[in-house]
């Protein structure tokens, strides 16, 4: 059975913010802030978790412990054979999972689209220079079949929205 991935091709940007206040009772900065998009179809086959994303991130040297608050949203194309409740989260190589999203079709027909979407701080801190690697993964329901994670979230035809699949990163001093 083949199993795989279309490699995806990712834009990362990586800019530090000096003053960036985080609306909160207490004022948090966002140290690290990272913008990854999906720019070409990737195509998801079994049931084995895929990585849509790695990521690599470099605490502040000074300000933590850092928390990471993960953002993404994953515009998925159902083929026919593969409906079913699949999943999609963060882990951050370290061991601790979040930001996970369950979603799905009951019943996929040829077209079938749907978005899991999700935004979360990581349950742990990091330190001072802490290197990190965060993951997307991606866990279809079926074994065979095929789940496409799209470039942009298209119906029918039109362009619903114009901003392709997503994963967002950034870093917070944490309270």
């Given at each position: 059975m083949l199993r795989g991935l279309t490699k995806?091709?990712?834009?990362?940007?990586?800019?530090?913010?000096?003053?960036?206040?985080f609306s909160s009772a207490e004022a948090q900065v966002i140290?690290?802030?990272s913008h990854n998009v999906v720019t070409s179809v990737a195509n998801v086959v079994g049931e084995?978790?895929?990585?849509?994303?790695?990521v690599n991130v470099t605490m502040p040297l000074l300000g933590c412990p850092c928390r990471v608050r993960a953002?993404?949203?994953?515009v998925i194309l159902a083929s026919q054979a593969c409906?079913?409740?699949?999943?999609?989260?963060?882990?951050?190589?370290?061991?601790?999972?979040?930001?996970?999203?369950?979603?799905?079709?009951?019943?996929a027909t040829s077209g079938s689209l749907f978005v899991l979407q999700n935004s979360e701080l990581s349950p742990s801190t990091y330190s001072?220079?802490?290197q990190v690697t965060f993951y997307q993964f991606l866990?279809?329901?079926?074994?065979?079949?095929?789940?496409?994670?799209?470039?942009t979230y298209n119906l029918f035809g039109q362009a619903f929205s114009q901003e392709p699949s997503y994963f967002d990163l950034s870093v917070y001093t944490s309270l």
């Open positions: 995806l091709v990712c834009s990362l940007a990586l800019l530090c913010v000096a003053c960036a206040a140290q690290v802030y084995d978790p895929v990585e849509l994303f790695s953002d993404y949203m994953t409906g079913g409740i699949g999943q999609t989260w963060i882990d951050d190589g370290l061991g601790n999972n979040f930001a996970q999203q369950i979603g799905g079709v009951p019943t001072n220079g802490q866990q279809a329901p079926c074994a065979s079949g095929l789940w496409s994670v799209q470039t």
